[in-house]
Nanobody
Framework: QVQLVESGGGLVQPGGSLRLSCVASGKLFSFLAMAWYRQAPGNQRELVAEISSGGSTSYADLVKGRFTISRDNAMKMVSLQMNRLKPEDTAVYYC?????????WGQGTQVSVSS
């Protein structure tokens, strides 16, 4: 069983930066594909960035060049560095881990971008 716990959300002004972290429990982390999703009020949950167990990354077009996903298998942690934040980045951000048919979600952390 894997539990994911996010941290690092908060309120930031447009143009600012935040770093989200997600720590996993259990022994499967290095095998998991990890990702960050977000969901704004009234919207569907959308994929923001993902990183494979081997470290390959991909990003949604809306965040490409501004966000960076990384992982530290020794720390069982995946991070999302978010730069040049925009009001439209405001959402609850969820950490996701997947392996085979199993998927795991964190509880979410709120990111609000506003002046």
């Amino acid at each position: 069983q894997v539990q994911l716990v996010e941290s690092g959300g908060g309120l930031v002004q447009p143009g600012g930066s935040l770093r989200l972290s997600c720590v996993a429990s259990g022994k499967l982390f290095s095998f998991l594909a990890m990702a960050w999703y977000r969901q704004a009020p009234g919207n569907q949950r959308e994929l923001v960035a993902e990183i494979s167990s081997g470290g390959s990354t991909s990003y949604a077009d809306l965040v490409k060049g501004r966000f960076t996903i990384s992982r530290d298998n020794a720390m069982k942690m995946v991070s999302l560095q978010m730069n040049r934040l925009k009001p439209e980045d405001t959402a609850v951000y969820y950490c996701y881990g997947g392996f085979g048919l199993s998927s795991y979600w964190g509880q979410g952390t709120q990111v609000s971008v506003s002046s």
